[in-house]
């Protein structure tokens, strides 16, 4: 937990986006992108991580992000938000990004170290997230489910949707074994995921 502190302590800061493959940078060490479907939390999520309020762009329009937005992490990490995906009212367009641009995003940038997977506790797991997990592996891609907003609902349902979300993880090859609980608003699961970050960014 002390190596995720430290890394986490360092400033974060936005540095490019890419709406195009030839538009990538270059790499600057490990890669992690946070995917999810949109209004599942990402920015968020991001924001709570490295403590910074308007760190990534809350959106109140579900399916804004239209691009990958790269941020470096005292120069130890680079975390990337990728567009959301399954908004219901999003266009074909959107849905050929993350068959085009994302995959291969996914599959051929050698910096990209792991994929982590946003679900919402509040709502029931839908065939677009089974798809994009299905997406994952194809693309051998490793990647760690996080369950978001776990403040919300109540222990009965969410002891549920946390077995419900290990099980679909230890189903799918390129998921991490464990999945990891989280909330923006409490700071619940923070600190794991924090630790989690830090081991692939080489610290502790």
């Given at each position: 937990?002390?190596?995720?502190?430290?890394?986490?302590?360092?400033?974060?800061?936005?540095?490019?986006?890419?709406?195009?493959?030839?538009?990538?940078?270059?790499?600057?060490?490990?890669?992690?992108?946070?995917?999810?479907r949109s209004n599942v939390g990402k920015s968020s999520l991001i924001n709570a991580l490295t403590g910074q309020n308007a760190l990534a762009r809350v959106s109140s329009q579900p399916g804004?992000?239209?691009q990958l937005n790269f941020f470096e992490l005292g120069e130890r990490l680079t975390l990337v938000d990728m567009p959301g995906y399954g908004y219901a009212r999003a266009g074909a367009d959107?849905?050929?990004?993350?068959?085009?641009?994302?995959?291969?995003?996914?599959?051929?940038?050698?910096?990209?170290?792991?994929?982590?997977?946003?679900?919402?506790?509040?709502?029931?797991?839908?065939?677009?997230?089974?798809?994009?997990?299905?997406?994952?592996?194809?693309?051998?891609?490793?990647?760690?489910?996080?369950?978001?907003?776990?403040?919300?609902?109540?222990?009965?349902?969410?002891?549920?949707?946390?077995?419900?979300?290990?099980?679909?993880?230890?189903?799918?090859?390129?998921?991490?074994?464990?999945?990891?609980?989280?909330?923006?608003?409490?700071?619940?699961?923070?600190?794991?995921?924090?630790?989690?970050?830090?081991?692939?960014?080489?610290?502790?």
């Amino acid at each position: 937990m002390e190596a995720g502190r430290l890394l986490f302590a360092q400033p974060c800061l936005f540095f490019h986006a890419a709406q195009r493959l030839d538009q990538l940078p270059p790499a600057r060490g490990p890669e992690v992108a946070f995917a999810g479907r949109s209004n599942v939390g990402k920015s968020s999520l991001i924001n709570a991580l490295t403590g910074q309020n308007a760190l990534a762009r809350v959106s109140s329009q579900p399916g804004r992000t239209r691009q990958l937005n790269f941020f470096e992490l005292g120069e130890r990490l680079t975390l990337v938000d990728m567009p959301g995906y399954g908004y219901a009212r999003a266009g074909a367009d959107i849905k050929a990004d993350w068959q085009g641009l994302m995959f291969d995003y996914l599959r051929g940038r050698p910096a990209l170290q792991r994929v982590v997977l946003l679900l919402d506790a509040r709502v029931e797991i839908k065939d677009n997230d089974r798809a994009v997990m299905d997406l994952f592996d194809k693309a051998a891609v490793p990647y760690l489910v996080v369950l978001t907003k776990t403040d919300a609902p109540k222990p009965p349902a969410l002891a549920r949707k946390q077995a419900e979300v290990a099980a679909l993880a230890a189903r799918h090859p390129a998921a991490a074994m464990q999945a990891l609980f989280t909330s923006s608003q409490t700071g619940a699961g923070i600190p794991e995921l924090r630790a989690f970050l830090a081991e692939i960014a080489g610290v502790g």
